[in-house]
């Protein structure tokens, strides 16, 4: 039996902890790279706003357990809130609800699948969550129906090359190294196809 189907176990918690910890304080440097962003028009910081669900993608793909998506963006929105967010508690609930709709997509292919693919469509997950907050909390309703087209087609477009694309291969380079050795033992197709 893999270790992706054993439940959790306090080591695992802790990494992820300690992932979203990092992330966390990525997120509180992101804040205001985004709002410079926002300055720029086109909806720009929108291409950016995908590294808000890094942290769950990451620790799924370091540790492939169940639950870890959730507990990272809620750890990682924590961590944010806890250094002084701008945006205040409003970033658990968004990382709530981001970490929730990761989960989902990882159980529609039942925690086994850990490829560019799924992760992509977990961050699109994350990425429809965060635009279902935009739009309760009043961002984005008022929006022209070309400029709200655009602010949704960047954000899903920058959650897939951020928090997809990008967050699979830091962690396959991160196996490459032999550091993630210690969080799950990989088999030997896996480590075989390092070397490729």
């Given at each position: 039996?893999?270790?992706?189907q054993?439940g959790?176990?306090?080591?695992d918690?802790l ?9 966390g304080l ?6 205001p ?12 910081d929108?291409?950016?706003y995908g590294?808000w669900f890094m942290?769950?993608t990451?620790a799924?793909?370091l540790?492939r ?5 959730l507990l990272?963006?809620?750890a990682?929105a924590?961590?944010e ?6 945006w205040g508690l409003?970033?658990l609930i968004y990382g ?7 989960e989902?997509?990882f159980?529609l ?6 490829d560019i693919?799924?992760v ?9 969550g965060?635009i ?9 309703g008022?929006?022209a129906p070309w400029n709200?087209?655009?602010y ?7 959650s897939?090359l951020?928090?997809?694309?990008f967050a699979?291969y830091l962690?396959k380079?991160l196996e490459?190294?032999?550091v993630?050795?210690m969080l799950?033992p990989?088999?030997?197709k ?7």
């Open positions: 039996m893999s270790r992706s054993n959790l176990k306090l080591t918690v990494v992820t902890i300690v992932v979203a910890i990092v992330f990525i997120y509180k440097v992101w804040g790279l985004y709002s410079f962003a926002a300055t720029l028009g086109l909806h720009i929108q291409l950016i590294m942290a769950g990451v799924y793909l540790i357990k169940p639950g870890l998506a990272a963006e809620i990682a924590s961590g809130f806890l250094t002084g967010s701008q409003e970033v709530v609800i981001q970490g929730l709709l990761a989902l997509v159980l292919f039942r925690y086994k699948r850990y693919l799924v992509s469509l977990a961050s699109i997950g994350s990425a429809a965060s279902a907050m935009d739009w309760y909390k009043g961002y984005i008022d929006l709200l087209t655009l949704l087609v960047a954000r899903l477009i920058g897939v951020i928090s997809g694309v699979y962690v380079a490459q190294t032999g993630t050795g799950r990989i088999s030997k896996e480590y075989d196809s390092l070397d490729q």
